[in-house]
């Protein structure tokens, strides 16, 4: 895995490639030298948009998207296990869950949502997806029919939002973090969104969240904030 990180608006691939006017978020493809990358052009930050980033030549090979970041702003992205498709979280005015074919980069599947979607999962067999956000439930979607499996409740509080989502890599169950009191991260069975518990005491507001591989533990990314900036801190909880 090539080291990757961003700061002050440009991505870094071991050095400045392209700049950024802001950059939203990165994800590794599954199978391939692959970087998907959701960020503001420099040349006009009111945009956004999705480039696929390839590792070895260090360039830009394609774009999924370019537009308006008022109807179109991207909360997150997750790539399915066998590397065919892209799953974008948006939140303004076109909030909903796009869909993406990676082979040819266009649109395959939209699934519209009366609020923002923050975070968004493919299941191991693609066929399904997790999301939540503002609207304070964690949700599966079927790809095929555009239609919920089944809406769980997250937390109820007026501002407990969900963060992140992840599917175990057996598909079995789903976890999930956000803002709220109490554990900070709650499982469900993936079949039917019945709580399976919840892992840790007290909830500092996770921001993102995936499963270990052996499906033994959770590693959680929270943010911290010091005198200056802000730190992220990652800590693992066992099932």
């Known amino acids: 895995m090539k080291s990757t990180c961003f700061a002050g608006g440009r991505l870094m691939l071991w050095y400045v490639v392209k700049d950024y006017t802001d950059i939203s978020k990165v994800k590794f493809s599954t199978t391939t030298d692959e970087l998907y990358v959701a960020a503001a052009p420099a040349a006009d930050y009111k945009k956004t948009l999705i480039d696929a980033w390839d590792l070895n030549e260090k360039k830009v090979t394609k774009n999924f998207i370019t537009s308006d970041n008022e109807h179109y702003a991207i909360s997150n992205l997750d790539v399915s296990a066998d590397g065919t498709q892209l799953a974008v979280a948006i939140s303004n005015g076109n909030h909903g ?125 929270f943010t911290t904030y010091g005198d200056f900036h802000e730190v992220i801190v990652v800590q693992k909880f066992a099932l």
């Open 97 to 221: 869950i796009d869909i993406f074919d990676i082979a040819t980069a266009k649109l395959s599947t939209h699934i519209a949502t009366k609020t923002d979607v923050v975070a968004v999962a493919f299941s191991p067999d693609g066929k399904s997806v997790a999301s939540g956000g503002t609207d304070k439930k964690i949700t599966c979607w079927d790809l095929a029919t555009k239609k919920a499996k089944w809406i769980s409740v997250w937390k109820t509080g007026e501002e407990d939002y969900v963060y992140g989502v992840a599917f175990s890599h057996d598909g079995k169950k789903i976890c999930a973090c956000g803002s709220g009191t109490g554990a900070p991260v709650l499982l469900y069975d993936a079949e039917t969104g019945k709580s399976a518990g919840e892992l840790g005491e007290f909830n500092s507001g996770g921001n993102a969240i995936i499963f270990a591989n052996d499906d033994q533990s959770v590693y959680v990314a």
